[in-house]
């Protein structure tokens, strides 16, 4: 007796080793998230219209094709594209909030440089023992100003000018004026806010621990010298070079006093 052969017989039986497809390397890449511009947002916009189950169906309704070239019409896309702007305005508002506003908030605050008041400047000195104040001022204004005297906090402040045709030779003096840069807080102060800022962000690429460029600098609107009557002890004000011999007498009468 001859058996029929089963049907199940011809079935092909699924492969015991499955491959993972591999990435084409033609693909194009994203560009990081902080590499993102204007562009890049238009074009994501555009991905997620074209992307989702949802937009999709509506999007592809709405673009011509040639049947016989295989190519789709620009002109439709574009005109889909901005058919969904104006059909989802707020999800368009909302993406353009996120990256105009939140995106570069989110930056901000976490970058390790960033802008301090001279009020905050002096709390940081006077509580982390791990931060120093950087006077980036050249000599001609040094000579005229003296920087703020530390010596009550049990500091010195830390003169090294700044020109920005010799960025290698200053972050050379400024390397070697302190011991353990990578565990140092530096809280940069310039005449005004000119090149602080540069260097905040110049020490931080360099292997500092954190920096902050003081607002206002030291003759700045609500800088050093604006806020040091009301707000700062007599011992870290600033002087001018004649005035300089009277603060270091006023300074050894109030060590005097507290002894």
């Known amino acids: ?19 993972t497809p591999k990435p084409n390397p033609n693909s194009p890449k994203q560009p990081p998230i902080h590499l993102l ?17 949802v937009l999709a169906s509506e999007s592809f309704d709405s673009i011509s094709s ?30 353009t909030f996120m990256y105009l506003v939140v995106y570069p908030s989110v930056i901000f605050y976490l970058r390790k440089y960033k802008p301090i008041s001279a009020l905050n400047a002096f709390r940081k000195l006077k509580s982390e023992s791990d931060s120093q104040l950087l006077d980036i001022r050249d000599d001609k204004t040094l000579a005229t100003l003296a ?47 000119g ?8 020490l931080i690429k360099n292997g500092f621990k954190e920096a902050y460029y003081i607002r206002g600098g030291a003759r700045g609107k609500n800088g050093w010298l604006a806020i040091q009557e009301e707000l700062l002890p007599p011992p870290v004000h600033m002087y001018t070079a004649k005035n300089v011999k009277s ?7 109030i060590v005097g006093t507290e002894n």
């Open 1 to 19: 007796m001859i058996l029929a052969s089963s049907p199940l017989r011809n079935l092909t039986k699924p492969s015991s080793t499955s491959q």
């Open 37 to 53: 511009t204007k562009t890049h947002l238009s074009v994501t916009i555009s991905q997620l219209i074209l992307t989702s189950p």
């Open 66 to 95: 040639d049947p016989s070239s295989g190519r789709i019409d620009l002109e439709s896309i574009l005109v889909t594209i901005d058919n969904f702007f104006n059909k989802y305005p707020f999800f368009v508002a909302g993406c």
């Open 147 to 193: 920087s703020p005297n530390l010596k009550f906090l049990g500091k010195s402040s830390i003169q090294v000018s700044f020109s920005e045709n010799d960025e290698d030779g200053f972050l050379k003096k400024v390397k070697g004026s302190f011991s353990d840069p990578e565990n140092t807080v530096v809280c940069i102060l310039d005449n005004f806010d």
């Open 195 to 202: 090149n602080s800022s540069k260097v905040a962000e110049l």
């Open 247 to 253: 603060s270091n007498n006023n300074e050894a009468s």
